[in-house]
């Protein structure tokens, strides 16, 4: 089983030398910390900027330059600034290859939500829908289940949606799974988790091609 | 030659808002947001007030300043989660909430100040956003028509400006300043250092100064950080 | 009667305190050469400069920084230059309050053309139609007839249009024209010139309201 | 960690530019234009291109060379009259020509580079531009419906830029460039100086490198001025 860095850096796998990539908030920020070696990758974030660096060393705090996490951040060589329009303008169309995102429930279709528990939880969607609604590349990051132990892979969200159809990769701390033929179709097991663990785990179709599903490297 | 925008401090910029008024802010989160029109705009007391901005603020700063009061009648925002007195007023219905995909925000701004009534963006199909606005297939993708969206003033924050309106923005300080400043019909700018007219590169100018109605030096500037991220020294 | 640099300078009298000001090619041009004595008015350059200043001196002329007739030009201070989505953004969001351009024809509903002669002259409309489809205060500086002497304000424009019914005011160099109840309403005569003058070389309807139009004072 | 977009010369920027395609060009008259790599089209004698650019160049100079040797099929633009040979050949059917109004061109330009596939503009309404396009009234005033303008290369010319792509324009030789760099499939800019990266300010940059796939700088630039407009010295 993975913990939250072990999912960041299964997710780290996937990016390619060119990519410019967003990341959200939580899990996926942490997929900075292990871009693999050799290839060239740019973070953008969408409160406006490209070229996004690590955290500043104390002191070095600006409170101009931030994350879309509200985190102080640093710029990296051949960064740019830039605002929202442009920003969104970047990610509607299409020049991000990635997105990285946290979610509350995935349907087995690609529907992601993430952003409403109504009646009870209102914080809003903020880029999220327009990142859902616009990226050819969308990997979800997150826990498998729930606090309460229940499975955040459905056959339907129950909550509501930030997009339709959309996600193309899910990677928990049990598994990665690719939506397929309206299932989740498993591709590779977290270290020391079985199959039948992850389909214990999963409410919604999951699709197991055989039994020799292998074990992430990482 | 050129038209001088300057007033003398923020009593005179805030002139002739009112309550019941909609009102643009920018900023994103803490960051560069306009923090001595928001004082003042608690000072004066109007309520009843729109306010569109990206976020609302924290408890005790930006935005939650006007919360504290009850001095906003409806948010339209894209994002509201560091707000406990937000959250509490939206769930019991205090306050009225019209929440918007951020880059559709964003571009409902430009659009209002850039005179194109109305486009269509992929973001919120499918999704309570839609609610009853036109879909339509584009490239074989469904779409959503979304709106300008204009305001009574707009109040924007810049690092420096000119007389003339002239603002540069810092880094990400920029975020929705310059959407929301081409978007009011009066627009307010307050900056951080006013310089005189000619000092501005032109070429380096964000928001060119056709687009600011007013503009003044803030007195002081606090630049609270929301989340103090570092790491130790290397 | 009036030359090109009389009608300019009428035109420019109707700036006002704090006007930005797109001026077209011709005529217009010259408008900038007569601004009133104590009013701040702001030129826009729809190629992307505000705060356009006069040509520069010999040999300090840059080949980058040019107005929308593509002629050399200097940036007062206060400048500020943009791309031309920004441009015309300025227009199409009425940020400009005056626009004054040249025409072929105007028609006494106040369409306009000024862009194309089918089958003999098609330069293209440029700005134009982005110009009088979004300002608030269109100005017509043009000659009152053709070099054929034909009247070039009409009941009806011949030629393709470049906006319907946007003009407001038509100056010319015989006279002052509003357009009102669908007509050339008349509101000043050129220094010399008579009523009589002005009605022979109008084709469109002129609205003369009494026998005491007065003279311009230019 | 930037990405390199940097390529030797303007023989690799334009690899895989081919007769039959759409290119974007930017600039306004001769003030921003690509030089070098209009050079090179010329030399690779691609042909029957649709080229989008605000114009034509004049007869000997800018894209009145692609119509000397006859590569072009095709023309948007919105204002071409300084090029007899262009009249000449549009006026005799060799050449199609789409004009386009100045805003709605930049406007479309921008709309595919962020992603919006429609977006409604009064700019035309009741002319020739309208043609079956449709029409729909806000606030009183009709608009019409304009849809994003895609090229499969966009060629841009910039002041200086850096190997991840970011480009800074020059005063009003900004023009239509940052607007095409955004549109283009795959975005070709050419710099007067290409500087080591990390050497631009990121708060001066115009056009984020995430919109230029490749970038060279230019042998030489003649820089033509069309207009030479002067005053006698003081």
Redesign the interface.
Known sequence: MLDKNGIAKRIAQELQH?Y?VNLGIGIPTLVANY?PEGI???F????????MG??????????????A?????T??????????????????????QLTVLGAMEIAQNGDIANW?IP??M?????????LV??AENIIVAMMHTNKRGESKLLEKCSL?????GCVKKVVTNLAVMEIRDNGFYLVERAPGVSIDEIVDATDGRLIVPGDNIPEMEI | MAINKKVANVEEACKGIKSGMTLMLGGFGLCGIPENSIAELVKMGVNELTCISNNAGVDDFGLGLLLQGKQIKKMISSYVGENDEFERQMLSGELEVDLIPQGSLAERCRAAGAGIPAFFTPAGYGTEVQGRKEVRMFKGKPHILETALEADFAIVKAWKGDSSGNLIFKATAKNFNPLMAMAGKITIAEVEELVPLGELDPNEIHTPGIFVQRVFQGAKYEKRIEQRTTQPKA
Chains 1, 3 share one sequence.
């Open positions: 060119g410019y871009i060239e990758v740019e953008q974030s969408e409160n406006g900027i490209l070229g690590p955290f500043p060393e104390e002191g070095d705090e600006d409170a101009d330059l931030i994350n996490g509200k985190q102080t951040i710029a990296m060589p051949g960064a740019a600034y830039f605002d929202s329009a442009t920003s969104f303008a970047m990610i509607r169309g299409r020049h991000v409403k009646g009870r209102v914080k809003g969607m903020g880029g999220a829908m327009d609604a616009s509501p949606l930030t997009g339709v």
